[in-house]
């Protein structure tokens, strides 16, 4: 789905709700430039078949219309399938407005075609809730990438990759590094970069989050290899700047496959 194809169907979707196209107009992606924040959350369920498709129907009927219904989006929706914590969803929402963020579950409260699609996991009995733990991070967009762009649509997966830096300052020059070739070796090198994000509110700060889309995981090796390989690369990761002291202390480094539903 292109931004053109999402944005036509937010207004749709709004005018049928009663929700006037204004208020899905003013809380869409920002005009290309502007910095969108994005709130990833990461749902830690329950083990058993039961509990992962009462978050999938959750997921694809009750959330994703709702926050549609509120104009943001689109939504990213992914299964953990390597890494440490299976089973695990999770779920990547952009938007403009950070305050629309931070009021979601507030928000989502109010809306009564939500609370009665939600009910079976937004109000599972206390005794079998169908996750364990729900953590969010919210970060903002890169100045150099400060959008979301949505992978072509076809099958693929996706690195979500977290670098936590020792000091604001070395956090700085990592993101720094970025700016000065980064995003264009990741492309130069077969990757698809889908977001970059400054961490704002989470656990482990500073630190920032991006997400890459690969074919296979093949392709993922591949493009590692070429990354790696890249002599632009190896001139910036060798630059004194960079290189005199560590600029990231730990790498989380996971990868995920996108639900049928999800729209990135």
């Known amino acids: 789905m292109n931004r053109r194809d999402w944005l036509k169907g937010t207004a749709a979707m709004a005018a049928a709700a ?3 196209t204004n208020m899905a107009e003013a809380q869409a992606p920002a ?3 502007a910095r ?7 749902y830690k369920l329950q083990q058993g078949a039961p509990f992962s498709a009462a978050a999938n129907k959750y997921f694809s009927e009750a959330l994703i219309p709702a926050l549609t219904r509120m104009g943001l989006g689109p939504v990213g929706v992914f299964n953990l399938t390597y890494g440490d914590g299976t089973p695990t969803m999770f779920v990547l929402i952009p938007g403009s407005d950070l305050t629309a963020l931070a009021m979601l579950d507030l928000n989502l409260a109010k809306d009564a075609a939500f609370v009665a699609a939600a009910a079976p996991f937004w109000s599972a009995p206390a005794t079998a809730p169908p996750f364990l733990t729900v953590t969010s991070t919210v ?3 890169f100045e150099g990438f400060p959008q979301l762009v949505v992978p072509a649509k076809e099958p693929h997966i ?6 936590v830096s020792p000091t604001y300052a070395a956090h700085e020059r990592k993101v720094e590094m970025f700016h000065q070739g980064e995003f264009r070796i990741f492309g130069e090198a077969g990757a698809k ?3 970059y994000g400054d961490n704002l509110i989470g656990p482990d700060l500073p630190s920032l989050t991006y997400m890459l889309a690969h074919k296979d995981l093949a392709a993922m090796d591949e493009t590692w290899k070429n990354f ?8 910036l990761s060798t630059n004194p700047r960079y290189a005199s002291e560590p600029t990231v202390s730990r790498i989380d480094n996971l990868v995920l496959t996108p ?3 999800s729209q990135v």
Do not use: M, N
Request: cysteine-free; aromatic content about 16%; hydrophobic content about 35%.
């Open 31 to 33: 005009a290309k430039g």
């Open 158 to 163: 996706v690195q979500i990759r977290t670098y």
């Open 18 to 20: 009663g929700i006037s």
């Open 228 to 235: 790696i390989s890249h002599p632009d690369w190896k001139k």
């Open 139 to 141: 970060s903002l967009g």
């Open 193 to 195: 970069s889908v977001f």
């Open 259 to 261: 639900t049928a539903y």
């Open 36 to 42: 969108s924040y994005f709130l990833l959350r990461r």
